[in-house]
């Protein structure tokens, strides 16, 4: 955990973590057509999880998406969370405290690429606006190794927007995007200057390539202005066993 990216992102979120939650609807609701918490509910109801199933949080955070799910399936599932920030996690175990979950909401520091569990130990894996600080290749790898063949991940993050692609898209946004990286904001540098937003097709790639067959994905672009900003999206899909 020693790369740039790395220590702008920890960086972050030792800065971050005690007004996360405060902060984050509004960040996220400028860039998505949905609200934060709708779109916490769309990734916890793309798992729809049986009953006492075990199930992996990456990138838990402050636990606003475990605490979603467990109310949503009432307790019948078991979420354990982990995340690299001691600082989120602090929040975290306060969140589910006051939320009274305790039992049903287990929360760990780990870092996401080197996941501490057995192979195929999760019933499903889960995600929400984090992998973009990751490498995300490496991080799919280790979510294929816990989940059991046959398990579900689902991912919620956000894709590249294709004007990106356009002429004046590639001419602008990568030196845009590097000079974010000298920003005094560290909001900015990690989530501009060293966040990896990638097109659908890689997505596509990268599942494919660790045994993933796409069941569902939807994206929710912001309306009215023009789409510069990364797309939220969500994906769901079966882990088949079999790696292309
Ligand atoms: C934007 S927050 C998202 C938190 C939560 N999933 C949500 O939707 O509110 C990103 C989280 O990713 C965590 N994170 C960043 N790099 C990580 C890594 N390598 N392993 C585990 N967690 C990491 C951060 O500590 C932070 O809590």
Redesign the pocket.
């Known amino acids: 955990?020693t790369d740039a990216r790395?220590r702008a992102?920890r960086s972050l979120?030792d800065g971050w973590a005690s007004t996360?939650d405060d902060t984050?609807r509004e960040s996220f609701g400028q860039m998505s057509c949905i609200t934060f918490d709708d779109y916490?509910a769309r990734v916890a109801e793309a798992l729809a999880p049986a009953p006492g199933a075990r199930l992996l949080e990456?990138?838990?955070?402050?636990a606003?998406?475990a605490i979603t799910m467990v109310r949503r399936w009432a307790s019948s599932v078991h979420v354990v969370g982990?995340?690299?920030?001691p600082h989120?996690l602090d929040r975290a175990r306060n969140n589910v405290a006051m939320a009274g979950l305790n039992s049903s909401i287990s929360l760990r520091e780990?870092?996401?690429?080197d996941l501490p569990f057995a192979d195929a130990f999760f019933d499903g894996v889960i995600?929400?606006?984090?992998l973009h600080?990751?490498d995300v290749g490496a991080?799919l790898t280790s979510m294929a190794r816990v989940l059991r063949p046959g398990g579900r991940l689902v991912v919620g993050d956000f894709l590249e927007p294709p004007r990106w692609r356009s002429l004046l898209g590639r001419l602008v946004v990568p030196p845009f995007r590097f000079s974010m990286r000298f920003s005094s904001d560290p909001a900015r540098r990690a989530d501009g200057g060293y966040a990896t937003i990638l097109p659908w097709e890689r997505w596509e790639e990268m599942l494919a390539d660790r045994g993933f067959a796409v069941e569902h994905h939807v994206d929710f672009p912001a309306e009215g202005s023009p789409q510069w900003e990364p797309v939220p999206f969500i994906v769901a899909a079966r882990r088949t066993g079999a790696a292309g």
Not at 82 to 85: G, I, K, M, R
Not at 110 to 113: K, S, V
Not at 127 to 130: E, G, I, V
């Open positions: 955990m790395t992102t979120f996360y984050v916490l990456v990138a838990v955070g402050t606003a998406l982990v995340d690299a920030n989120m780990a870092d996401a690429a995600t929400s606006n984090a600080h990751m991080v």
